[in-house]
């Protein structure tokens, strides 16, 4: 497969609801479009909870392969690349949703202001795992959530609350898994920064500039970064770059150059040092790598 056959998978129109449950096992044996297969990198449009159950195997997710085994728990935000892996028997239920099937509040975090779904990728790992006796809670939320699921559309209120349980149980292990994690509430100026982040990867990774746009100094933003997940500002927007720089490289059919240009890259030679200073590879190289 190369990458003028990687899929971008949308949310299906046969999905008469904004979630859903699927056990690893059904979706082996769903007809899948042509252009999906779920054991190649594709692009999601929509959020994934993943809880292995039982066996060992790998996942991949934004270009890292992860080991997994019972109790892992993956997080796939919306626009992330992954795919399943090499395989032992693997089981797994597959939590899905779209972002307005939820309140912007809802992850059961600490924070002075609302965490955007655009933004929680930087708080939440992609992988944790999970204690047994967390494991085992997540799955039997999952497991009503999809006996709810398959009765009258009077029990929908229901699903839709044990939905929620289940994305506010799942955050909350993997934040508080984190090495630097803290009890004190997410700073609201790291959410500021992320979201500007977002806004703005593609034009400006100065650390100044960004600064500037929060009133306050470089020093500052450096020390608000490092609280809340240990990196440094220049780190998280390289890093930004970087991912988005190889999700371009695979899903679009252009040259090194267009994609060094659409990420601020005005000179192509610096685009170049740029990506293989971070990856380890040149953009062409990557790509080569990446084709199956």
Not at 118 to 141: E, K, M
Request: proline share 4%; aromatic share 10%; net charge positive.
């Amino acid at each position: 497969m190369d990458a003028s056959s990687l899929a971008n998978v949308q949310w299906s129109p046969g999905v008469n609801s904004r979630f859903e449950v699927v056990r690893l096992e059904t979706l082996n044996r769903r007809k899948l479009p042509s252009d999906h297969d779920p054991w190649q990198a594709h692009r999601l449009h929509f959020h994934a909870l993943i809880l292995f159950t039982q066996g060992q195997g790998t996942h991949g997710v934004d270009f890292t392969e992860y080991s997994v085994k019972a109790g892992t728990l993956i997080h796939i935000c919306a626009n992330q690349i992954h795919h399943f892996g090499h395989t032992q028997e693997l089981e797994a239920f597959l939590v899905i949703f779209l972002p307005a099937a939820l309140p912007p509040n809802l992850l059961g975090l600490s924070t002075s202001s609302p965490l955007s779904w655009s933004t929680v990728q930087y708080v939440w790992p992609s992988v944790t795992s999970l204690q047994p006796g967390q494991a085992q809670t997540l799955q039997q939320h999952i497991e009503l959530l999809e006996t709810y699921k398959k009765t009258d559309a009077w029990q929908q209120p229901a699903a839709q609350y044990l939905l929620w349980s289940i994305i506010s149980l799942a955050s909350q292990a993997a934040i508080r898994s984190k090495k630097n994690y803290s009890d004190q509430a997410i700073d609201s100026r790291f959410l500021e920064f992320v979201g500007l982040l977002e806004q703005s990867f593609e034009s400006c990774r100065s650390v100044k500039w960004y600064a500037q746009q929060m009133n306050c100094s470089a020093k500052t933003l450096y020390r608000i970064c490092l609280e809340a997940v240990g990196e440094s500002p220049k780190t998280i927007a390289d890093k930004r770059v970087v991912i988005e720089a190889q999700r371009r490289l695979l899903f679009n059919q252009t040259t090194v150059k267009t994609v060094g240009n659409s990420l601020g890259f005005e000179e192509t030679t610096n685009f170049i040092k740029f990506f293989r200073r971070l990856v380890g590879q040149t953009p062409d190289d990557f790509r080569m790598a990446s084709k199956i």
